[in-house]
């Protein structure tokens, strides 16, 4: 066997109920959900646990689904399995961070809903997101580039799947442009505001401040940046990085790719859904994918030890 990667889902793949499974079966589990809501202020086990309108707002959103994921991942971890790198799309890169072992939990979940809260007051209106599906991610930005107005590539997620983001009348404009020149689908995302593009440079500017006061340990497993497609293994560039995380491109078609490159082999996604292993599967079919999103998946794990 080569080497093992986990890989973390970012917002959009919530759903009420989402870890309780976990929380039921884990006293770790519960401490983790608690220690989440004593960090953020936020009821998370109701975030989670009950039918509401607030988990899909990306201010509740990103504390609810990284809490989830790290609950996830550290029952992943108590049987044993250790990756030898880890990567998150956009908000799951926090979930490799705990990972790491760079930062503590608690700072982790205050930073995330900062994040969270910051994202959605940076642009709370006249932002938009698309994705294009079947076009390179050369002639995407080409056309981004050329269309007045602001719109960006903000995700290059797997081979033909790219996501613009902006403003509105800028990304519809694109998305027509891209349409003409030969994509597949262009479509429009249910998202609150532009992400990953220079229109949330406010939400960075704030999250540079709060990481601060904030300290950053040794990285024991290293993890693959979105804004950098590379591994992470100095303690020191990860503020930076993450400031720029917020309105930079997740580079997370060549995080796999260069994750391959380190020789990795088989990817264990922790979290609710199966996004990320589409992805991985798009990029490279023959590679191996672990999913684990319910308690029951944790036995999918023998094999790995």
Do not use: W
């Not at 079966?25 to 401490?31: L, M, R």
């Not at 790491?100 to 205050?110: C, Q, R, T, V, Y």
């Not at 590539?153 to 800028?170: L, R």
């Not at 994509?183 to 429009?188: D, N, T």
Request: net charge negative; charged share 25%.
């Amino acid at each position: 066997m080569g080497k093992i990667a986990f890989v973390f889902p970012g917002q959009g793949v919530q759903t009420p109920m989402m870890g309780k499974d976990f929380y039921d079966n884990s006293d770790d589990a519960k401490d983790i959900y608690r220690l989440a809501s004593e960090a953020s202020g936020v009821d998370v086990e109701k975030l989670c646990f009950t039918q509401n309108e607030e988990l899909n707002i990306t201010e509740y959103t990103q504390i609810a689904l990284l809490t989830t994921e790290i609950a996830m991942l550290n029952e992943v971890m108590k049987r044993g399995i250790r990756p030898d790198v880890c990567a998150g799309l956009s908000l799951g890169e926090y979930a490799a961070l705990a990972a790491s072992g760079a930062m503590e939990l608690k700072d982790i979940f205050e930073l995330i809903r900062l994040r969270g809260k910051c994202m959605q007051e940076a642009y709370p209106t006249g932002g938009a997101m698309m994705a294009v599906l079947g076009l390179d991610p050369e002639t995407v930005e080409s056309i981004c580039d050329e269309t007045k107005g602001i719109v960006y590539v903000a995700n290059d997620n797997c081979p033909g799947q790219i996501v613009i983001s902006g403003e509105e009348e800028a990304v519809l404009t694109a998305g027509e442009r891209l349409s003409e020149a030969g994509a597949k689908r262009v479509i429009r995302l249910n998202v609150s505001g532009p992400f990953h593009s220079k229109l949330l440079l406010s939400a960075s500017d704030k999250l540079a401040d709060a990481l601060e006061g904030k300290t950053v340990n040794e990285i024991k497993i290293p993890y693959v940046s979105n804004t950098l497609a590379e591994p992470v293994t100095d303690k020191n560039v990860i503020k930076d990085l993450l400031v720029r995380q917020v309105s930079s491109t997740v580079r997370f078609r060549e995080s796999i790719l260069k994750m391959c490159q380190m020789g990795v082999d088989t990817f264990v996604e922790i979290g609710p859904g199966k996004t990320v292993a589409g992805f991985i599967k798009k990029t490279d079919k023959d590679l191996k994918v672990i999913n684990i999103e319910k308690y029951d998946d944790l036995e999918k794990l023998n094999e790995l030890m």
